[in-house]
């Protein structure tokens, strides 16, 4: 079965620009979630989508947004970069439903590196 | 809010020293607690999940505990392999995880 897949996996942008990264999970996932992680805030929940609805978000400014699509692939948007943003940005899937703890599997994630 | 505290921060092991790794936590309606492992550059990899107080989970050199306020991964007889930084996260009613910052293992040969 294949795991979860993110593009691209590195990106150099500079300040000002924006940029989206892609997710597509595991097959029969429904939910999708996407979290930024630096050496020193650590992973950091952005937001998470079930069946193309915003169901949590983190809190990160609007600068940030994402949509899902009805095959639960997910994008992330990252506007008017600011250096700050140089991150690795990873996405997970899981099945997103019913009373049982819901397992997340990571993806490889996208570096971003904000000049 | 929910708060996840991982410790040490960083441990150094020879190869066949076993120790352990703490994770404590408060959260709102604890869904189940992750241990998740990664290696640098790569995505987080999963690990063990444990529901309820009281319930141990095993996998090769790696044994995960959970009480009503934290959990352990213990490693026993490590080698370099084992080498990465550990991850504890906690699952809430809204099902949103929350990471603490991680122990980095390091096992010398």
């Known amino acids: 079965k294949a795991g979860v897949t993110q593009t691209p996996r590195y990106l150099i942008k500079t300040r000002g620009q924006q940029v989206t990264l892609s997710c597509s999970p595991i097959s029969g996932h429904r939910s999708v979630s996407w979290y930024q992680q630096t050496p020193g805030q650590g992973l950091q929940f952005l937001f998470e989508y079930f069946s193309e609805t915003q169901r949590n978000k983190g809190n990160f400014p609007g600068r940030f947004s994402g949509r899902q699509f009805s095959n639960s692939r997910s994008e992330m948007n990252v506007s008017t970069l600011e250096l700050g943003d140089s991150a690795l940005y990873l996405c997970?899937?899981?099945f997103g439903v019913g009373s049982s703890t819901d397992t997340q599997y990571f993806g490889p994630g996208t570096r971003l590196t904000v000049l | 809010e929910d708060q996840v505290t991982q410790s040490p921060e960083a441990l150094r092991l020879q190869e066949g020293e076993s120790s352990s790794l703490n994770c404590s936590y408060t959260?709102?309606?604890?869904?189940?607690l992750f241990w998740y492992r990664q290696d640098p550059g790569k995505g987080p990899e999963f690990l063990f999940t444990l529901y309820s107080a009281g319930e141990e989970k095993e996998k090769e050199r790696l044994k995960a505990t959970l009480t009503k306020k934290e959990s352990f991964l213990h490693i026993t007889a490590p080698k370099p392999e084992d080498s990465a930084t550990y991850l504890c996260?906690?699952?809430?009613?809204?099902?949103?995880?929350?990471f603490g910052a991680g122990t980095t293992v390091t096992v010398r040969a």
């Open positions: 997970a899937s899981s």
């Open positions: 996260a906690v699952q809430a009613a809204d099902y949103k995880l929350s």
């Open positions: 959260v709102s309606g604890l869904r189940g």
